[in-house]
């Protein structure tokens, strides 16, 4: 299911069915309500923005929604009644406004940490080749194009931008296959020195329902099998976890790779260590 292939210069035939797919933007953003740090992720389709922030102090997650423009953003909160809005203008990765409420304003600025998709690609477009195969096909704005060979069975499709590597460039996942929980993707990672998207390492292939977690610099993921089995990912920088829960038994085992030496260890995992150490980061990733 996750084969796939790569082709830089693919002819494609006039019978072709174009389509030009749904595309989400994943932002993380980091700055400052008053002299309080902040820490924001915000998820983008067309002019529409949801997400969350928090303060670096307490770490309590903040759900905003809102609509963002060429030049401006405005996003609104709502805690137990108190409604506040961020209003602030975005050019060259930063931006500049206000917080406020009914009794309050504060300055806000934030500095986004990942390069928009667009700053690189002009269009993007899915061809269906034949049946649950189709060509993602990237016209970039140097001129160049890339044509990646994909097996995808949801419909329609959808793109999602995000930097999963911390290199400051958009990669994106394209959802592979939508099945009850657990949602599957194709991924690839944006190479600046070439300009174009190559395959991931084998344990991001691999992820389901992924969660990036920017500020931590982790990416991490969660499958679910039958009604009480678990399986979580989560990857750093340097080691790649691996844990396996059983709610039934309340038996787990978690493995250890460090990425620099390969050498593996396995121990056995709690249930209040699997929930604390994978769900809980989990939970705090981007929900896309």
Partial sequence: MKGKSLALFMFMSSTCMAAEPKIIEIIPLSGSISNHKIFMTLAREESKIFGSYFYEKYRTPILVSGNIETTQISISE????????ISAKHEAMKYTGTWSNQKKTYAFSAKQLTRPYADLIKRISIFDNKENQSTLSIDYKNGKTQQLTIDIYAH?????????????????RVVELEAGTNTS?????????????TEPPPEIAALINPRVVHDKKIISGISKNGCCSYKATKISSSKIYIADFDYTSNTGEESVTDKSTGVTSQTAITKSAFESNYL?????????
């Fill in 78 to 85: 709502n805690i137990d009644g108190n409604k506040a809005t």
């Fill in 156 to 172: 329609p499709p959808s793109v999602i931008f995000e930097d999963f590597t911390f290199d400051g460039y958009p990669d994106l």
């Fill in 185 to 197: 993707y194709i991924y690839y990672e944006y190479n600046p020195e070439n300009g174009q998207y």
């Fill in 280 to 288: 809980k980061i989990i939970n705090t990733g981007t929900p896309y």
